[in-house]
């Protein structure tokens, strides 16, 4: 069906603003449950081991703690098949950090006290945790994330490469990253006095994995876990997927037979709910002189954990953003004894980008010519990887426009010849794109004798403004003002949705609400004559994965500008300027679209020039495991940032035209300031982050 938008597009204030600023929306620790009690963690000291004792005494003897649990005594797990989440259930230690036991106490300062009691002995074993590509051991795992194929391979390579007039070999690495909400995980367990059922207050991203997954661990049937969580502070791809503090929080609760309160500190976060995995890729171009690609590889290795697999699609955008006859990606693991890896906000499009939009940048200067120019040479006629049509796609307009915007033109192409003072400046630009895609949702619309409308989803809003855009799709959809319209997300006890993640959530939400509005107005108007029943009327609807995919290539895009200054003397590095236009369908709302590209490419400079997270091979942790080590940019770092989008109108995505604009903002910002740098210095840096000891060698 198509949509009468009135609600959609405007550039609407959250809905929930007033609640979050005022502190009246409460985040999942804060809620209010009676004979609460607090649990905290017990963290392993090795990366890789076992534990030979654990001496609670000390801590049991102190007034207030209610139990210490290790895998001496913890209950038996009937779950789960994941051996991350199987928390306590063995003595083997598989990374630093890895949670070896939880002390249970009535206060949060006796249980911290208290575990700081606990002496644990352990038997220590070599570790191994040094990622590099000249490793024997790397292997091929059997899909990469989100489903994708491990390898691609069209034409001849190496043969293509061999008899190019432009050859690059390039190899870039990205480090590791940990995702860093501000809300820290949280959980608060509440089991039934019978012990039948669970209710968890928990900061994720989506109750119903959490939910489904706590259940498989504990042997209860799903609908016996309800999962609560209306407000998230932020998530970034680390609360997507249950993590072992939810596991350990429902096993302390069950065990001290109380309400446990459990919140990791934010050194706890950097080894049990994820990172992005540091990247070492080779990217290999092949040209004519005019700068046509004749040959692409990409080949990445990347780390995961021992105790379970996770395999980022680093090189999955080099499969469809330029043309080239000749085409190979791969992607190698090490298995590693650090804590597992996860997805963090574009997963893949994110290093990834960075890896191929700075060689881009390398061909153009290879080949004397304009990087934009370059771009619009291997702009494909269709999806080079599937062969499939793009449902639409946007990189040459956001390219035009943005050049427009950014006044790219004349741009002196020569590096290091330009200067203010003791400051090199130079400009850069990127390409971005990410996905476009939506999974099953489901929604029920209400509405009362009054005329008043409800609608019930289990949708997340993790700071993105989901709430206020979904509340304006269901009014549009229902065709009523958005004041007769309450949306309810973030509790497992309403229609089944997928998480907010992959930038699916307005398309695969949005869709579900929209076939409840549609479903509600055929009832009222051929059951009811359009006159509401006293007693009220529902009805749910139901969003699949889109046929159309099947069809078409659909990616939102976007073009990537950075002015930088370098000082010639410090090497210190600044960003007066980011200027990004994204083509991402329609836009929902103006205002709380622009603060997602907006972060997204804060988040983009924060990783060009300050993230990183620092494994210190001798004890296999991460050392700068806090914000004043673990460096992210502050409103000082960040100039001007300057936000656009360009019409789109896709009708094969959903019935919205959105695309999705979570993760496309992040994506391409780090190659812009490296291609930026470049310009002012004439140093290609290819190791992030660009720290001034790089540029003054
Ligand atoms: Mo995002 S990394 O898909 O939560």
């Not at 009535?106 to 990622?131: C, G, K, M, N, P």
Request: proline fraction near 6%.
């Amino acid at each position: 069906m198509s949509l009468t938008t009135r609600a959609i597009g405007a550039p609407l204030d959250r809905l929930d603003g007033p609640q979050k600023v005022t502190g009246t929306a409460p985040y999942a620790f804060e809620y209010p449950v009676a004979g609460a009690t607090y649990a905290f963690p017990i963290q392993s000291t090795i990366a890789r081991g076992r534990v030979v004792s654990f001496d609670a005494r000390a801590a049991l003897a102190l007034p207030g703690v209610l139990a210490v649990l290790s895998h001496e005594n913890a209950p038996r797990l009937p779950g789960p098949h994941d051996a991350e989440l199987a928390v306590l259930q063995s003595d083997a230690v598989a990374y630093h950090g890895q949670f070896v036991g939880v002390v249970v106490a009535e206060t949060s300062e006796i249980v911290r006290h208290a575990a700081s009691l606990v002496a644990v002995r352990y038997e220590e074993q070599l570790h191994d945790v040094e990622l590099r590509a000249d490793r024997g051991s790397l292997y091929k795992p059997e899909r990469i994330n989100a489903g994708f194929e491990t390898d691609t391979s069209n034409g001849d390579v190496e043969a293509a490469l061999a008899s190019a007039p432009i050859a690059l070999d390039l190899t870039y690495t990205t480090p590791a990253y940990h995702n860093n909400p501000l809300e820290p995980h949280a959980t608060i367990a509440v089991w039934s006095d019978d012990g039948e059922s669970v209710t968890l207050y928990d900061a994720n991203q989506g109750v119903y994995g959490i939910r489904d997954t706590v259940a498989a661990a504990f042997g209860l049937p799903p609908e016996r876990v309800r999962v609560i969580a209306p407000y998230v502070g932020g998530g970034f791809g680390s609360k997507a997927f249950a993590h072992p503090p939810v596991m350990l929080a429902v096993l302390a609760a069950h065990a001290a037979g109380r309400p446990v309160k459990l919140a990791l500190t934010r050194q706890q976060m950097f080894a049990v709910v994820g990172y992005r995995t540091p990247t070492i890729q080779r990217v290999r171009l092949g040209a004519e002189r005019d700068g046509r690609l004749t040959a692409i590889a990409h080949d990445v290795v990347e780390q995961t954990a021992t105790i379970k697999e996770f395999a980022e699609q680093t090189a999955v955008a080099t499969r469809m953003m330029y043309a080239a006859p000749n085409r190979r990606t791969t992607h190698r693991l090490a298995r590693l004894d650090v804590p597992v890896p996860t997805i963090m906000r574009a997963p893949g499009e994110c290093p990834g980008m960075f890896a191929l939009e700075s060689a881009l940048d390398e061909l153009a200067v290879a080949a004397g010519l304009d990087p934009i120019e370059l771009r619009l040479r291997n702009e494909p006629e269709s999806d080079p990887g599937t062969g499939r049509p793009f449902s639409s796609r946007g990189l040459v307009a956001c390219l035009r426009e943005g050049a427009e915007r950014f006044g790219w033109q004349p741009r002196d192409p020569r590096p290091r010849a330009r200067s203010e003072g003791r400051w090199l400046v130079g400009t850069g630009v990127a390409a971005s794109t990410y996905p476009t895609r939506r999974s099953s949702s489901s929604a029920l619309a209400r509405v009362d004798g009054a005329g008043h409308y409800t609608v019930l989803i289990a949708a997340s809003d993790i700071g993105t403004g989901a709430r206020t855009v979904l509340t304006q799709i269901a009014a549009d959809a229902l065709d009523v003002p958005m004041e007769r319209v309450q949306l309810e997300i973030g509790d497992s006890s309403f229609p089944r949705a997928r998480i907010a993640g992959g930038s699916m959530g307005t398309a695969s939400w949005g869709t579900a609400i929209v076939e409840a509005a549609g479903n509600l107005r055929a009832r009222l108007r051929d059951e009811f004559g359009g006159v509401v029943p006293p007693e009220g009327l529902e009805a749910p609807g139901e969003a699949g994965d889109n046929p159309e995919a099947q069809r078409f290539s659909m990616h939102a895009f976007g073009a990537q500008f950075a002015a930088v200054r370098v000082n010639m003397d410090t090497g210190e590095v600044r960003v007066p300027r980011l200027l990004g236009v994204f083509a991402a369908g329609r836009i929902m709302n103006a205002k709380t679209a622009r603060s997602q590209l907006l972060g997204g490419m804060t988040m983009g400079l924060s990783m060009a020039l300050h993230e990183a997270s620092v494994l210190d091979p001798r004890f296999g942790d991460f050392v700068n495991h806090d914000f004043a080590e673990y460096h992210i940019a502050t409103n000082a770092d960040v100039g001007t940032v300057d936000v656009s989008w360009i019409d789109e109108d896709d009708p094969y995505v959903n019935p919205m035209g959105a695309k999705g604009i979570g993760e496309i903002g992040i994506v391409g910002t780090a190659a812009a300031i490296a291609n930026a740098v470049y310009h002012a210095t004439g140093v290609r840096v290819r190791d992030l982050p660009i720290t001034l000891d790089k540029l003054l060698s």
